[in-house]
């Protein structure tokens, strides 16, 4: 039989995965591991998706998007995100996932390497592979809310490194990088000539202070921005994100996604259109939500004496396992004796290791019966 690809083949195993194959054995498990908002997309988006298939927009759209949701995502960029930008320069992907897959396959050769965020969200590792290329975890500190650690990211540079990958605000941890901390790894990049993928995916899930955006401190000719509707509209299965690259940069975005998804769906699109367009208190008010449940969180976690790091902005905790120890063991346990799901910080890259973590898109008394059993959890573990 013939074999399938080695890029396939060798690809990295997904820990979160995992949980989620033990998570659905058991029918009464509190889930703290899941990405997905629990809201369901505001009406106003659905109708609009509705009227876009009956009005016919079933045909092949532009592979980088349709010029009005193009013009409406310039001016978005521009009064949300501080990025002065032609509507040329936004280009219309599958999701953020697309987008930061189609921005990889434009700047990586085989054998470059990829500085990825570590802890970082588990899908970059087997993005970069499956580009045979080599991702290169820097250290994020958990001191100073998950920073990226300059010393750390200076010392994993090498000829062969060729894009900083940078999230924020960050899944796992929850942490936005001021515009100090940007601007620290930004000059890195610039002085060892990289370009920079800037994951602003939760661009707007913002608790306490403001979402800088990487490309309003660095060099923009080096910089593109992915950003997705999954997070900040609830908009997870409709697969609808966009990258905002140089002028130059922009056409082979559209250009590389043609043979791989050819664009995003046509009736996402006209859904986006009304995102945009429309009201944005649902935007504040599912925030607002995920920033109750923070607290909520918290508020538990410190009755307990657990130790943690505050999350200013995304909707995800990073809670320390007894020991600073065994995060796939604890999380096993957590699940098995009190059937709570979570996700080991190990899954997200070796600095990971010691946490574990919580999820803010699930319902108020799931967090507060989670977080809860989960904290009484470390407490017993660490006696
Ligand atoms: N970037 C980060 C950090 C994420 O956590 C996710 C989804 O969980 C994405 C990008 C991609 O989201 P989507 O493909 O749904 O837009």
């Not at 945009?276 to 909520?296: K, N, T």
């Not at 009190?338 to 108020?364: D, K, M, N, Q, Y």
Request: proline share 7%; with cysteine.
């Amino acid at each position: 039989m013939p074999q399938l690809a080695s890029t396939v083949r060798g690809a990295p195993h997904s820990g979160i995965r995992e949980m989620m194959v033990l998570a659905r054995a058991i029918p009464d498990v509190l889930n703290l591991g899941v990405g997905d908002p629990d809201f369901v997309t505001p009406a106003h988006i659905r109708e609009a998706a509705d009227r876009a298939a009956r009005d016919g927009f079933t045909k092949y759209p532009p592979s980088e998007g349709f010029a009005p949701l193009r013009d409406l995502l310039a001016a978005k960029l521009a009064e949300r995100n501080g990025l002065d930008v032609a509507p040329e320069q936004v280009v219309v992907t599958s999701g953020g996932t697309g987008g930061l897959f189609t921005s990889l396959l434009i700047t990586v050769d085989p054998g470059d390497e990829v500085l990825i965020p570590d802890p970082g969200w588990a899908n970059y590792p087997p993005m970069v592979h499956v580009l045979n290329a080599r991702p290169v975890g820097y250290r994020l500190d958990p001191a100073r809310g998950w920073a990226p650690d300059l010393d750390d990211l200076q010392a994993r540079i090498t000829p062969r490194s060729k894009v900083l990958l940078l999230c924020s605000p960050g899944n796992p941890t929850g942490g936005v990088h001021t515009a100090e901390e940007l601007r620290g790894a930004l000059e890195l990049a610039a002085e060892h000539d990289l370009w920079v993928l800037a994951d602003e995916c939760y661009d707007e899930m913002i608790f306490e202070g403001e979402h800088v955006s990487a490309a309003t401190i660095g060099d923009p000719e080096r910089i593109l921005t992915v950003f997705t509707f999954s997070k900040t509209y609830a908009m997870t299965g409709w697969r609808l994100g966009y990258v905002v690259a140089p002028t130059h940069v922009a056409p082979a975005l559209g250009k590389a996604q043609e043979p791989v998804v050819a664009s995003a769906s046509s009736i996402s699109m006209k859904a986006g259109e009304a995102a945009l367009a429309g009201p944005q208190d649902c935007v504040r008010e599912m925030c607002g939500a995920y920033r109750a449940r923070r607290d909520l969180a918290i508020e538990i976690l410190d009755r307990h004496g657990v130790e943690y790091v505050r999350p200013t902005g995304a909707f995800y905790l990073m809670a320390r396992t007894p020991g600073g120890r065994d995060s796939l063991g604890f999380a096993r346990r957590l699940l098995e004796e009190r059937h709570v799901s979570t996700v080991p910080g190990s899954a997200f890259g070796a600095s990971g290791e010691g946490w574990v973590r919580i999820s803010l898109c699930v319902a108020e008394d799931v967090v507060r019966e989670g977080v809860e059993r989960l904290a009484q959890a470390v407490v017993e573990g660490a006696s």
